[in-house]
């Protein structure tokens, strides 16, 4: 099982950027997904994460700015981010686990098997 995260790059506040993470195997092997990210000096955080087709969390200081979503067809999950802020900068994840996670769980980064190898992320003010 390989992830492999996409998409980062250098924007001014207030742009936007996807990313996207490519998944090997098969759909059914990726219970829950998430999206993580880990400023310089900083712990790694919970961004987002899909446990069902109605349910995604999301960290309190990216609601209403990103969206995750997921295309099983394609085996790709994505992060549309939106409205980018300085603070948004970071080393973005994408992690998943084969079974279905619990609700209070998602955002944590222990319960995550496969990681995606980082993708950067910069926004200037």
């Known amino acids: 099982v390989q992830l492999q995260a996409s998409g980062g790059g250098l924007v001014q506040a207030g742009g936007s950027l996807r990313l996207s993470c490519a998944a090997s195997g098969a759909a059914s092997d990726y219970g829950s997904v998430a999206w993580f990210r880990q400023a310089p000096g900083k712990e790694r955080e919970g961004v987002s994460c899909?446990?069902?087709?109605?349910?995604?969390p999301y960290a309190d200081s990216v609601k209403g700015r990103f969206t995750i979503s997921r295309d099983n067809a394609k085996n790709m999950m994505y992060l549309q981010m939106n409205s980018l802020k300085p603070e948004d900068t970071a080393v973005y994840y994408c992690?998943?686990?084969?079974?279905?996670?619990?609700?209070?769980?998602?955002?944590?980064?222990?319960?995550?098997?496969?990681w995606g190898q980082g993708t950067q992320v910069t926004v200037s003010s």
């Open positions: 899909i446990i069902s087709s109605s349910r995604s």
């Open positions: 992690a998943a686990r084969s079974t279905r996670i619990v609700y209070f769980m998602c955002l944590d980064p222990s319960s995550y098997t496969y």
